[in-house]
């Protein structure tokens, strides 16, 4: 069965650099979208993308974020320059295409600034 | 803004106990979904729904578009059950899902 994959599992990061997180998605899913969850809340939304842009984004998702698709297979999220408060989970999900249709969530990729 | 209110917060039960977990809201919206989420932080959908009950095995879920409100409900519950349950709107015309803050649910043999 078709899965949303994302690299690295484990992150760790000092305070200040820049990470890049990836996913790939479902093959034929056209809608992406990236959450996250600091541990012990709830998930959040981040941003959604469609149609080789953002779709909808949260408050979250200030200047330090930026998310691309720089080819066919990959979607990936961009923190710029990390915060403390920006260690969490971070989950991408997708969906095959807007409307009623079901998000598929990959493992997550959990996020540690030191 | 929806917000998503789930309760109980905790809930233990002994194996093959009827276990249901509520969940509200407070907008009108175009779909609910159910996830699970494992101890190792996975997230699983189990339903989406906008009207009326799904079932799937031992779950069923079940909505209430009048009274913003939806079951989760677990037949003859078993250990493997344990997770943290998730109920998540999607606002009408909205893509991005508003998550409640889950039900921890502990089944114990």
């Known amino acids: 069965e078709p899965e949303v994959t994302q690299t690295p599992s484990h992150q760790v990061t000092q305070m200040g650099q820049e990470v890049i997180l990836r996913c790939v998605p479902i093959?034929?899913?056209?809608?992406f979208y990236w959450y996250r969850q600091i541990l012990g809340q709830k998930v959040e939304f981040l941003v959604s993308?469609?149609?080789?842009?953002?779709?909808?984004k949260s408050e979250i998702f200030d200047d330090q974020f930026s998310v691309e698709r720089p080819d066919g297979s990959n979607f990936t999220l961009k923190i710029r320059s990390t915060k403390l408060e920006d260690s969490a989970m971070y989950f991408c999900?997708?969906?095959?295409?807007?409307?009623?249709?079901?998000?598929?969530f990959g493992p997550g990729t959990r996020l540690t600034v030191t | 803004k929806n917000e998503v209110e789930q309760s109980p917060q905790n809930l233990t039960a002994q194996e093959g106990e009827f276990i249901t977990i509520n969940c509200s809201y407070s907008?009108?919206?175009?779909?609910l979904h159910w996830l699970q989420q494992h101890p190792g932080g996975g997230i699983v959908s189990l339903f989406m729904?906008?009207?009326g009950k799904k079932k799937h095995g031992r779950l069923i879920a079940t909505i209430n578009i009048q009274e913003k409100h939806s079951s989760l409900h677990i037949t003859a519950s078993h250990p493997r059950d344990s997770a943290v349950y998730i109920c998540?709107?999607?606002?009408?015309?909205?893509?991005?899902?508003?998550f409640g803050q889950g039900t921890r649910l502990t089944i114990n043999p």
């Open positions: 093959s034929n899913h056209l809608y």
């Open positions: 999900a997708s969906s095959r295409d807007r409307g009623k249709y079901e998000q598929y």
């Open positions: 729904l906008s009207s």
């Open positions: 998540a709107v999607r606002d009408q015309g909205a893509q991005k899902l508003v």
């Open positions: 993308f469609y149609n080789n842009e953002i779709s909808e």
């Open positions: 907008v009108g919206i175009s779909a």
